[in-house]
């Protein structure tokens, strides 16, 4: 690791206030496939702290799978900095990886077959991680038991994947996925094959595990249902984070009330995306006029002219 990627490193693990669970920095994944090459990843920059419950969102295309899969050890990056718990994902042998899938991070995937074996109980599947760490058999007797317990499907530990309700299988694989005490539980799109009702039961096992076994959760989701029921929401365009949306709780006249704000995020290199809409609505194209004002900046479509002489009298172009 370079002087400045470990600087970096420590600046945002102290920034916070807490220790970062998750950082990537310019990260970069490019696949090669019949002579062409496509880039996933166009340095991509993210910290999640420990504890933390954040929602990855983007359009098909934007990365953020890709993004998953590398922080899961399932695939590794072309360059950057991708650090998980501590781990250096881009340092890491075929048994330390093998490690690091078993025992730092867990899983879901949105197919319930790529997360249960079907020929085992519900009881059974949460049991096998446990066999494969070499956890002895009275201790993943009790585990087993307090999981599906906590998730609200002990009902169900007798049943093999077929006798379950799709909900009822990813409780189960939520169950599965933080077996072993993972650091950081990863889901990619783990609600994206279920109703509302049942979504909602899926998302509160999530939550369930992050609030009361503490641990780490990035949700990859397309449903706003679920991206807006966490504190963070982060939005991934191009192979870049692109935005956050914040959330917090305000007492108002109307009792308590959850306000979100949206953020473009700025690189360290200086860089946003600017949102598509605002893009649209200026007709912003290929060059744009810039004015440093006290408190802001002003963002102007280029049209000829000195800077500032596009502005609105409403100031509608300028972008605080």
């Not at 650091?183 to 899926?202: H, I, K, R, W, Y």
């Not at 999530?206 to 929401?233: A, Y």
């Not at 009792?255 to 946003?272: I, N």
């Amino acid at each position: 690791m370079t002087a400045q990627h470990s600087g970096l490193l420590d600046r945002w693990s102290t920034s916070t206030g807490g220790e970062a669970q998750v950082v990537c920095d310019n990260l970069v994944r490019i696949y090669k496939s019949e002579g062409i090459e496509v880039v996933a990843l166009q340095g991509l920059d993210l910290v999640v702290d420990s504890g933390e419950l954040v929602a990855l969102v983007g359009a098909s295309g934007s990365g953020k799978s890709t993004l998953l899969n590398i922080l899961s050890g399932l695939d590794l990056p072309t360059a950057g900095v991708a650090r998980v718990a501590g781990a250096d994902l881009l340092g890491m042998g075929a048994r330390e990886r093998l490690r690091y899938r078993r025992e730092v991070v867990g899983f879901v995937w949105q197919q319930a077959a790529r997360n249960l074996l079907p020929y085992l109980t519900a009881a059974e599947n949460v049991a096998l991680p446990m066999v494969l760490a070499g956890m002895p058999r009275r201790k993943r007797r009790g585990r087993v038991g307090e999981l599906l317990d906590l998730l609200g499907v002990a009902y169900c530990a007798d049943r093999r994947p077929g006798g379950l309700s799709g909900g009822e299988q990813q409780r189960v694989a939520v169950a599965v996925a933080v077996a072993n005490t993972p650091q950081v539980l990863l889901a990619d799109e783990p609600t994206g094959e279920l109703d509302t009702a049942t979504s909602d039961e899926v998302f509160a096992a999530l939550r369930t595990v992050n609030r009361e076994l503490e641990i780490t959760v990035v949700v990859v989701t397309h449903d706003p249902l679920v991206s807006e029921q966490v504190d963070r929401t982060i939005g991934i365009r191009d192979g870049r984070v692109s935005t956050e949306v914040l959330r917090r709780t305000e007492v108002t006249e109307r009792g308590h009330e959850v306000v979100a704000e949206e953020y473009a995020v700025l690189d360290r290199a200086g860089r946003m995306q600017l949102p598509r809409d605002f893009v649209t609505s200026l007709e912003l194209e290929r060059r744009v006029r810039l004015a440093l004002e006290p408190d802001h900046i002003g963002v102007w479509p280029d049209r000829g002219g000195p800077a500032g002489a596009d502005r609105q009298p409403n100031g509608q172009a300028d972008t605080p």
